[in-house]
Structures are given as C-alpha cells and as structure tokens.
C-alpha cells in the first residue's frame, strides 16, 4: 500500500500531467509544480533506498536480522554527494525500534558509505510508558522529543509543500 503523502503527490502529478495534455492553463508555470513534485518524490526515494542500504550494512557487519520498516525523518546535506540524515523504524524479531542513520551517496562514483547506525529507541507504536512510572524516564523524554522532532519536520514539509502549491496557483494576468 503507498503512503498517504506518496499516493498525493502521485495524484498531484497525475492532475497536472492531464491538465497539460488537455491545454488546461492554471495562470502561471504547471512545469514548476511538475518538477516540484517529481523532486520531492526522488528525494523521498532516495532517502528510502539509503535507510535500506543502512539496515544492510548493519544486518552484514553485526550479523543482525533488522528488517527496514520506514522512514520516519528525513533531511539531505549537499556535501561530495549527499549526506542522507535519517530517523527510520526497522523490526527485529518483530520488535520495532527507531535508529538514526548517516548515509553518505556519491551516485556517479557508485559510493555508499553508512557514516553512522544507531538506536534510538523503542518505536512509537509500543504501549506509552507512563513518566511518573518510569524509572528511565530519561527514555520516555527522549522518546517524546523525537516525537516532537518528527511532528515539526512534518509541518514544515507541509509548510513548504502549500507555499509551493500556492505560488504556482497565483494568476499572471
């Protein structure tokens, strides 16, 4: 099943492609929307395909069984390449957890490079421990701070996916 935000920008796409080939004009520049989305969709991809090849080289190099489950945040550094920074959710042994992972991906070399591997914690989907409770509530805070972290990263995509619909929107009369 695709993710939510994947299957909208695939109809985004498709609305726009359809818009074109029938003449429709939305006032100003429909390639900009079209390159927009094709761009958050390899970015997206990208960030994927370096979240698996993280949980593979970790599975290789400690002899562990991690099945990849998702990515939960995601941001890119331009450097030599690209330094994918990720928060993704992987199961072992069906227990989710939350690792941050450092890709390094020079494409026109074929170089991929796991800079660093980490857990995190337990995934969001496991019974909230209560904080008066909890005697490592130094985890529960953690956990709701990478909560927080992934809620703002969402809202900002958000953010800047309506600005970036929303200029291309405006009338050029």
Known sequence: MMPRRALLFAAVLLAASAAAVSGF???GDESGLVRGVLAALRE???AED???FAVAHYNKNQGAALEFTRVLKSKRQVVTGTLHDLILEAADAGKKS???AKVWVKPWEDFKSVVEFRLVGDSESEPEPSVA???SSGQAIAKLSLEADI???E???HTIENDGLSGD???SS
């Open 44 to 46: 997206r991809a990208e």
């Open 25 to 27: 004009h939305l006032g």
């Open 155 to 157: 809202a900002r995509l």
């Open 98 to 100: 939350v690792y941050r």
């Open 50 to 52: 370096a979240a698996r």
């Open 133 to 135: 409770s909890d005697v």
């Open 151 to 153: 809620v703002q990263e």
């Open 169 to 171: 929107f405006t009338s």
